[in-house]
């Protein structure tokens, strides 16, 4: 018995050994996959159409062979492309349906979103978390660039650019999976805002579904100034109100970037909106299942990190904290479905 929890322990040791390099290279994952997307190495292998060898791949994208095998290998390494014979019988390198997620465009894109979490005026606040932790309420984004991510957005056209093509290219993808994970969502209904709707995208895609709804794309001033025109979708600026007569409410990556005294009070104004009409608010979000220890709940974790470290009280939240700010804001009962790997949808009614 003695022996045998000695042994464990040297186990342990020894895996640690090897785990802790994990961490201290933890960059190294992103910061090749947007070397991958700046080089626009997906994109190559795409439109050749087949695999491609090194010298194929590192002419076409005007590099280097030998640094480019280097990235290659680390990419194949982790299963991001694949090892595939070219069309002359050469080893080349091929798609994976991983790989096509770091093509620049395209329905399977999350380019976009790698750019954004990658660029400096992300990762900065990231290095000052236990600032954050120290002073509860200081947010380590306020800390790094001295405004939050919103009013910092709103004087940096570019980084608010970055948010809003971020932002797309994920709707793209949840979108759709709610549109057929749940439709019954929509029945009924005549009208829709879609809280923090950034540049529309998410109504854009709701209204060509379910056309007898009327859309109503609500978010800050800035950011519907440089929203597109979408047929069927109205553009408003402004704070969050009740003054609206509407049938739902929907907030699709919204809640989870303010505390709960804020989400009850945004809950507070559309439950009076849609009470009226005898409507209902959906909330495409996160929902953390604490007990369960498997890649998804990674994931949420990492995303709890990242509001932690982005916004000033925003956070993941479990079942029971949801049930807690719907309750504080009225509510009388929810439902929640999940529709794609990590975003539930809670509908709310009043
Ligand atoms: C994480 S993004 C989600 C965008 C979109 N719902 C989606 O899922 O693609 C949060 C959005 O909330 C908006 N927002 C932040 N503060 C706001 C406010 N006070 N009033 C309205 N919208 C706000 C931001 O401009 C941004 O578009």
């Given amino acids: 018995m003695e022996k045998t929890q000695r042994e464990e322990k040297w186990n342990e040791e020894e895996q640690a050994e090897v785990d802790i390099w994990k961490y201290i ?40 062979p030998s640094p480019l095998y280097r990235i290659m290998r680390f990419l194949m390494h982790r299963g991001i492309f694949k090892g595939k014979l070219a069309r002359q ?8 349906p991983l790989s096509r997620r770091l093509m620049k465009h395209g329905e399977h894109s999350m380019a976009a979103l790698i750019l954004l979490e ?15 932790v120290l002073a509860d309420g200081t947010s380590s984004f306020e800390v790094a660039h001295g405004e939050d991510i919103w009013s910092y957005s709103a004087s940096n056209p570019a980084h608010g650019q970055l948010i809003n093509e971020a932002m797309a290219c994920d709707a793209r993808v949840i979108v759709p999976a709610m ?20 540049n529309g995208k998410t109504l854009k895609v709701l209204v060509k579904a379910f056309p007898w709804l009327r859309g109503i794309n609500f978010d800050q001033p800035h950011v519907v100034s440089v ?7 109205e553009n408003v600026g402004g704070d969050i ?19 709960d005294n804020e989400c009850i009070q945004i809950l507070k104004k559309c439950r009076e909106a849609v009470l009226k009409n005898k409507g209902k608010v959906i909330i495409v979000d996160a929902v953390i299942e604490e007990a369960e220890k498997d890649k998804l709940t990674d994931v949420k974790l990492a995303l709890d990190m990242a509001m932690m470290a982005h916004t000033n009280k925003g956070k993941e939240r479990t079942l029971k904290e949801w049930g807690f700010v719907l309750g504080e804001a009225g509510f009388s009962r929810y439902t929640v479905k999940t529709i794609h790997a990590v975003q539930s949808v809670i509908e709310a009614f009043p």
């Fill in 25 to 64: 290279f933890g960059f190294t994952e992103m910061a090749v996959v947007k070397c991958a997307i700046d080089l626009g190495i997906a994109d190559a292998i795409e439109s050749h159409g087949s695999p491609m060898t090194l010298y194929e791949l590192s002419s076409t994208l005007g590099c280097a």
């Fill in 179 to 198: 549109i057929h994970g749940c439709p019954e969502v929509f029945d009924g209904l005549s009208s829709l805002v879609d809280v923090g709707g950034g």
């Fill in 241 to 259: 109100s009740s003054d609206y007569e509407i049938d739902l409410y929907e907030l699709q990556w919204v809640l989870h970037d303010w505390g």
């Fill in 227 to 233: 929203a597109g025109v979408i047929s069927g979708v």
């Fill in 89 to 96: 019988g050469s080893p080349g390198y091929a798609q994976t």
């Fill in 118 to 132: 990658s660029s400096p005026v992300m990762l900065t606040p990231w290095l000052s978390l236990s600032a954050r």
